[in-house]
């Protein structure tokens, strides 16, 4: 009879330890399924991120090359029809037949943008013949604006005939300075006779 009670009582004591163990383990590890759910989330997260930044660079890679057409184009039926390759109603062209195709409509559109930078710059030109010290050379054409006088040598077709550089761009009917010689004071050197003629004409008689 002891022997059995004995038994019993081990018995209880062995469950209620592994009881308790297991209750105490199960507080210091956290469930595997939990750290799982958290690593997929987080790379779920990346992922989302990751196509967030590759798509508003394919939009802005996109745009880039769309807007060398404009206004030659419908945006709206470039979404469609991209809808459409999309889901393979229409069988998407290669490079080379895209380049084909737009190559019969390249001639129209470089005319139109020239003529957009004809008239961008005719109103320059119109804009600046006013301007104090400039010299009209060949009429809108060609000026030169007195920056500076000297009282050396007299300029001749022959003679050497240093002048600073001053690049500047149209850029949406404002000129914006490229390059500017005198920034450090490094003016360049010509011979009149090789440039051209209109040039040659305005800087001839001049004083370095």
Not at 31 to 43: A, C, G, M
Not at 106 to 115: G, R, T, V
Not at 126 to 143: D, F, H, T, W
Not at 168 to 173: H, K, N, P, R, Y
Request: net charge negative; with cysteine.
């Amino acid at each position: 009879m002891k022997k059995w009670i004995y038994l019993v009582t081990t018995f209880l004591f062995l469950s209620i330890y592994l009881l308790f163990r297991k209750d105490f383990y199960q507080t210091q590890q956290p469930p595997l399924h939990s750290n799982v759910e958290d690593q997929l989330s987080s790379i779920l997260i990346e992922e989302s991120e990751e196509k967030r930044q590759i798509s508003l660079t394919l939009a802005h890679l996109f745009w880039n090359q769309l807007s060398q057409y404009s206004p030659f184009y419908d945006f709206d039926s470039v979404m469609e029809n991209l809808s459409l390759i999309e889901k393979g109603e229409i069988k998407p062209l290669d490079k080379k037949e895209c380049q084909q195709q737009l190559f019969l409509f390249l001639h129209k559109i470089a005319d139109f943008h020239n003529s957009l930078k004809i008239k961008a710059n005719e109103t320059f030109m119109s804009k600046i013949a006013g301007r104090e010290n400039l010299v009209e050379v060949v009429p809108q054409k060609v000026y030169f604006e007195l920056l500076q006088s000297g009282d050396g040598i007299i300029a001749t077709s022959d003679s050497p005939f240093k002048m600073h550089l001053i690049e500047s761009q149209l850029i949406e009917g404002e000129e914006v300075t490229i390059k500017d010689t005198r920034v450090l004071d490094k003016p360049i050197t010509l011979i009149l006779s090789e440039t051209i003629l209109g040039f040659a004409k305005g800087a001839s008689g001049m004083t370095c």
